[in-house]
Nanobody
Framework: QVALVESGGGLVQAGGSLRLSCAAS????????MAWFRHTPGKEREFVVA????????YYADSVKSRFTISRDNAKNTVYLQMNSLRPEDTAVYYC????????????????????WGQGTQVTVSS
């Protein structure tokens, strides 16, 4: 089992940047594939990006490709989301998610694939 805590959200102007962090408890972080999702009221939770447990494989939603970058530091039990060129439509609560996986290069993009979720961090992009 793993507990996830996100941080780094805030208010930023369009075109600006933020870096979100997701710190995980436990000693088996390297066994988990990780992802970021986001949620806006009135909409379903939306996939943003996923990474394999070794960080070597990533997959981005088209809406964030080339603007967002996921990375992980397994020694620090932390996954990051660097968000550049932010747009008002990126405004949402961002959640990190984790699931145990067998394959070193496997990743998952559906909410139902993830067993563990953080509490979320608000990102607001003003125009």
């Amino acid at each position: 089992q793993v507990a996830l805590v996100e941080s780094g959200g805030g208010l930023v102007q369009a075109g600006g940047s933020l870096r979100l962090s997701c710190a995980a408890s436990g000693r088996t972080f390297s066994m988990y594939a990780m992802a970021w999702f986001r949620h806006t009221p009135g909409k379903e939770r939306e996939f943003v990006v996923a990474t394999s447990k070794d960080g070597g494989t990533t997959y981005y939603a088209d809406s964030v490709k080339s603007r967002f970058t996921i990375s992980r530091d397994n020694a620090k039990n932390t996954v990051y989301l660097q968000m550049n060129s932010l747009r008002p439509e990126d405004t949402a609560v961002y959640y990190c998610a984790a699931t145990i996986t067998g394959g070193s290069n496997w990743y998952y993009i559906r909410t139902n694939d993830y067993a563990y979720w953080g509490q979320g961090t608000q990102v607001t992009v003003s125009s």
